[in-house]
């Protein structure tokens, strides 16, 4: 069965993505092969499974984005109609200041609320962007994974090591 771009209910489906096909190749008993190459045809079927699932979480999570970044159109579109409408909110509250004071005044004073509350969500944001810190546990965890990976490379299988790197 072909997937459609758009099923029965109207939502979108993803492409059948193309299979990755396994080499066929003679069937050799296992007592006829040798652990190298039980080791290299399962390394083999290993990768191609990993390709084929990466492969398929592409492009899950590119139709999951597509949709995001389709509905954030409309959120940016109200954002810059809120941002426009804002200026004439300012007008009016000047008008509205210049029945009790001079127009210059009302306007200045406007301007001044402005700034400060610019300048409030200024500090705001930089107080939480400074809060931002590196990942530890996964740049911990990425060590950890290259310092077994180095260590089977070199045929340790499970090395007893003290603090220091050493047996």
């Known amino acids: 069965m072909v997937a459609s771009p758009t099923s029965s209910s109207g939502t979108e489906v993803p492409p059948v993505l193309p299979s990755i096909p396994l080499s066929k190749e003679p069937v050799v008993p296992a007592s006829e092969q040798s652990i190298g190459g039980l080791v290299r045809e399962a390394t083999a079927q290993v990768s191609t499974l990993v390709r084929a699932e990466v492969e398929l979480a592409r492009s899950e999570v590119t139709a999951e984005v597509k949709k995001g970044l389709q509905g954030s159109v409309f959120f940016i579109v109200a954002l810059v109609v809120a941002l426009f409408s804002l200026f ?25 609320i402005m700034i400060l509350v610019a300048g409030l969500f200024g500090l705001l944001g930089y107080l939480r962007v400074r809060r931002i810190r590196k990942p530890e546990r996964t740049i911990s965890s990425l060590k950890e994974s290259a310092q077994v990976l180095s260590q089977r490379g070199r045929g340790e299988a499970h090395p007893q090591l003290n603090g220091h790197g050493t047996r």
């Open 88 to 112: 004439f909110l300012f007008f009016a509250l000047g008008e509205t200041l210049a029945l009790f004071l001079n127009r210059s005044a009302s306007f200045w004073i406007v301007f001044g």
